[in-house]
């Protein structure tokens, strides 16, 4: 049997990653919260599984160094590379919203030039584009919320899950763009060198 290398999305996915894994009796050994390590094996020796930063799970399986990713469809959108994706896990569900302060509301509608602060600069040019609106997009890494608040942008471009970041600095959705959760992708050439085993995880992940 083939070994399997898995590449997990660090972060606000990654308990429920271990929790999908643990299902189909796939344990990382010596995973923990408080742990700094990178790579685990399986507690069967069968597994590897490493802890990437979430856009950089696409780039591990496109290489091929590891067969299997669990990531947020935002980042495959954002990164878009030629994976084969293959089953939506159903959870970490959220929406990518374009959102503004209320007042905003018809300028970001409307067909002026509006600036766009994102940590996805890729869905978010795809998407107005397809809408023929006239942006400028302002890539921020983080908190992108800071944007309209400190007169950066007009909107942002970002994943809403509760809202309650929104909320708490007086903005809110304008526009939903597309609704997201956590998929599994399989590297091309292992999808086909590694059927069965791919094949055995991927229905285990499926089963309710
Ligand atoms: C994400 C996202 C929003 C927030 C949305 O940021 O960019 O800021 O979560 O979640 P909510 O609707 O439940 O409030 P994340 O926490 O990943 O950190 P970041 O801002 O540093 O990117």
Do not use: H, Q
Not at 95 to 112: F, H, Q, V
Not at 113 to 123: D, E, H, L, Q, S
Not at 172 to 200: F, G, H, M, Q, W
């Amino acid at each position: 049997m083939s070994r399997i290398t898995f590449a997990l999305a660090k972060g606000r996915l990654a308990k429920k990653t271990l929790e999908i894994l643990e299902k189909i009796n796939i344990r990382p050994l010596d995973l923990t919260d408080d742990s700094r390590k990178l790579v685990f094996n399986s507690s069967d020796d069968k597994y590897t599984f490493f802890l990437a930063k979430p856009s950089d799970v696409p780039t591990y399986v496109d290489y091929g160094v590891a067969d299997i990713g669990i990531v947020g469809l935002d980042t495959i959108l954002e990164e878009g590379r030629d994976l084969y994706e293959c089953l939506d896990l159903n959870v970490g569900k959220c929406k990518m919203c374009i959102a503004a302060y209320p007042k905003k509301r018809d300028l970001i509608l409307g067909n002026e030039w509006i600036k766009v602060a994102t940590k996805y600069p890729n869905i978010a040019s795809k998407y107005f584009e397809s809408k023929n609106r006239k942006v400028e997009i302002i890539k921020l890494n983080g908190s992108v919320e800071l944007g309209p608040i400190v007169g950066l942008s007009d909107c942002i471009v970002d994943i809403v899950e509760s809202g309650k970041t929104l909320k708490e600095n007086g903005l809110e959705v304008i526009e939903e763009i597309c609704d997201l959760s956590a998929r599994v992708i399989v590297n091309k050439v292992s999808i086909k060198t590694k059927y069965e085993e791919i094949s055995k995880i991927l229905k285990g992940m499926e089963a309710p």
